[in-house]
């Protein structure tokens, strides 16, 4: 019998001990979805950064890790570990105008664009700044891949192609591959393509959304109009853009007419090698905003199982608890904006497992339940942990990362995010196969879900990660198989996600959530009485960073 085999017997046998000996040692998912309901009330008002939202979202989690026995995971004692936010909003009225030099056109905030600061200036203004189509704007040696060449993007605005250059790659076969395939990288991401146009010394920067290559609708895109948060700091407006934000297809269509160019034919041209960056002839854009500014001190939730012999040793699981507060009105009244599935359910996930963890027999090392502020704006909350961390990323063996689980019922398999990244695919592997069930690969690695949720943080400092996201791909449900997952996808991304009915609802199945919850729950107790240290994987551009952190363990 070779010793996976053994392994997956004794994982077996050691799970139905203690669910035989404590039958309440399973995920429950009539707790998951009291947890839900509540997180998800009008009570909470969608739990939005800097309100009373948080006040009673940060209450009830505390409450909820005390009731369990938990110790808090923050410094000094505390449970919370403060987060400096600046939030923003653009004022009415809403002044941004391309000059053609033969027609001012006056731009319309939510509808032919969505744009928003991150600098703490009260009043915004652009004089006629000349626009630069950029392509993909991916600067990549390693890839042999310069979109920029000489352009200078000193108090210019940036036009970017929303995702990298290999999407669609099947209609340029020579890019094909550069940038990961279908896979998108990080250069796709427009965090990335905002923070290099800063770099450059841009004054703006816009992404050109389409719905397939975004990963999702326009309703998502401009869904928090004018609004920003991000992480308070000295010298905030020194590295960031007076204004960002997205492009509606259409718009960007008509900008690009202005120019006498064509959109389609410029995505293809973008595509090769030897593009490089243009200005876009006769065009300039200009705006004068009022803005709302205030800095606020939002909260990261901490709370600690420590260990026995390898106390100094962490697993981190977490989720983040905001959602997108409150917003303008939908068809049937509702201002709430309630994040029932994202991400309370991936909330109720966190705790479920500090319940069953808490009532189990010690693990060695220690486990730390992370529960993040401010994902929605730009993965803040766990930004700001990473530059400050608790716990040393070091001695943090993995992070295990909940957000956004499926709600239509039990599956055969679980979708695995970020394929080829490390080695915790293979203790997901197995935790599934003592489940029964198969690892099937996103469907849609075109959507960068890798780099879209609060692991990423952690992941940039080295720890090894695993993201469980029901949208990253149609399970293969029970009642209804691959088409069913899909389907739930489907109506979830265009009718809910982000928006006011992404409430809960009592007539969820969450038999699948559940099983999903276990397998992190089969993985900790086995990697939490274990000496290993998950690795990076060769070609992971985070594996370079994790073997610094063997020199720091070992000395």
């Given amino acids: 019998m070779n010793r996976k085999i053994l392994w997956?017997?004794?994982?077996?046998?050691?799970?139905?001990?203690?669910?035989?000996?404590?039958?309440?040692?399973?995920?429950?998912?009539?707790?998951?979805?009291?947890?839900v309901s509540r997180?998800?009330?009008?009570?909470?008002?969608?739990?939005?950064?800097?309100?009373e939202g948080e006040v009673k979202t940060l209450a009830y989690l505390k409450d909820y890790f005390v009731a369990l026995g938990l110790s808090p995971g923050g410094k000094q004692g505390s449970w919370t570990q403060a987060v400096p936010l600046m939030h923003s909003q653009l004022q009415l009225p809403f002044n941004v105008v391309i000059n053609s030099g033969q027609e001012q056109w006056a731009l319309q905030q939510a509808i032919d664009l969505e744009v928003s600061t991150n600098q703490a200036n009260e009043h915004i203004r652009i004089d006629d700044a000349p626009l630069v189509f950029v392509g993909f704007g991916a600067t990549?040696?390693?890839?042999?891949?310069?979109?920029?060449?000489?352009?200078?993007?000193?108090?210019?605005?940036?036009?970017?192609?929303?995702?990298?250059?290999?999407?669609?790659?099947?209609?340029?076969?020579?890019?094909a591959g550069r940038f990961g395939g279908r896979r998108m990288t990080y250069y796709g991401r427009w965090t990335y393509k905002?923070?290099?146009?800063?770099?450059?010394?841009?004054?703006?920067?816009?992404?050109?959304?389409?719905?397939?290559?975004?990963?999702?609708?326009?309703?998502?895109?401009?869904?928090?109009?004018?609004e920003s948060y991000a992480i308070a700091t000295a010298d905030a407006d020194e590295n960031s853009l007076k204004l960002q934000g997205w492009l509606?297809?259409?718009?960007?269509?008509?900008?690009?007419?202005?120019?006498?160019?064509?959109?389609?034919?410029?995505?293809?041209?973008?595509?090769?090698?030897?593009?490089?960056?243009?200005?876009?002839?006769?065009?300039?854009?200009s705006a004068d905003l009022l803005v709302k500014v205030e800095i606020i001190e939002s909260q990261n939730v901490l709370a600690l199982l420590p260990g026995t012999t390898q106390a100094d040793e962490t697993i981190m699981v977490s989720a983040h608890w905001d959602a997108y507060g409150v917003g303008a009105a939908d068809d049937l009244g509702r201002v709430v904006r309630p994040g029932a599935n994202d991400d309370a359910l991936g909330v109720a996930g966190v705790l479920e497992l500090a319940r069953v963890l808490k009532q189990g027999p010690a693990l060695a090392r220690s486990i730390v339940f992370a529960l993040w502020t401010a994902e929605e704006s730009g993965l803040l909350g766990s930004a700001y942990y990473a530059q400050d961390p608790v716990y040393p990323p070091a001695t943090t063996a993995a992070n295990l990362t909940l957000d956004i689980l499926q709600t239509a019922g039990l599956a055969r398999d679980v979708i695995l995010v970020g394929e080829g990244q490390s080695e915790l695919e293979l203790d997901l592997a197995r935790a599934a196969a003592v489940q029964g069930r198969t690892i099937t690969a996103e469907s849609l690695p075109e959507n960068g879900l890798f780099f879209r949720a609060d692991h990423f943080s952690l992941a940039k400092v080295g720890v090894p990660v695993l993201l469980l996201m029901g949208i990253a791909g149609g399970a293969d449900l029970v009642d209804g198989g691959r088409v069913a997952g899909d389907k739930w996808i489907a109506d979830y991304i265009s009718s809910c996600y982000h928006q006011t009915c992404d409430a809960w609802d009592p007539d969820w199945d969450l038999g699948g959530a559940a099983q999903d919850v276990e397998l992190f729950q089969l993985i900790i107790e086995d990697l939490g009485n274990s000496g290993r240290w998950?690795?990076?994987?060769?070609?992971?551009?985070?594996?370079?960073?994790?073997?610094?952190?063997?020199?720091?363990?070992?000395?």
Wanted: hydrophobic fraction near 45%; charge should be negative.
């Fill in 39 to 51: 997180l998800a009330s009008e009570e909470f008002q969608g739990r939005a950064p800097g309100t």
């Fill in 534 to 555: 998950p690795q990076w994987r060769d070609g992971s551009e985070f594996k370079g960073i994790r073997r610094l952190s063997r020199r720091q363990r070992q000395q």
């Fill in 194 to 226: 905002f923070e290099e146009a800063a770099r450059r010394g841009a004054i703006a920067a816009l992404v050109i959304h389409e719905d397939r290559a975004a990963g999702y609708g326009w309703n998502v895109a401009s869904s928090s109009p004018g």
């Fill in 140 to 175: 990549a040696p390693e890839r042999q891949w310069d979109d920029y060449g000489d352009i200078d993007l000193r108090g210019k605005v940036a036009v970017f192609l929303v995702n990298d250059p290999d999407f669609a790659a099947q209609l340029e076969e020579a890019v």
């Fill in 8 to 35: 997956l017997v004794s994982l077996v046998l050691v799970v139905l001990l203690l669910l035989w000996s404590n039958p309440s040692r399973h995920i429950e998912k009539d707790r998951l979805s009291e947890i």
């Fill in 248 to 285: 509606q297809a259409d718009a960007a269509t008509r900008l690009l007419a202005l120019a006498g160019l064509d959109l389609d034919q410029l995505k293809i041209q973008a595509r090769q090698p030897e593009f490089k960056a243009f200005e876009l002839e006769k065009l300039r854009f």
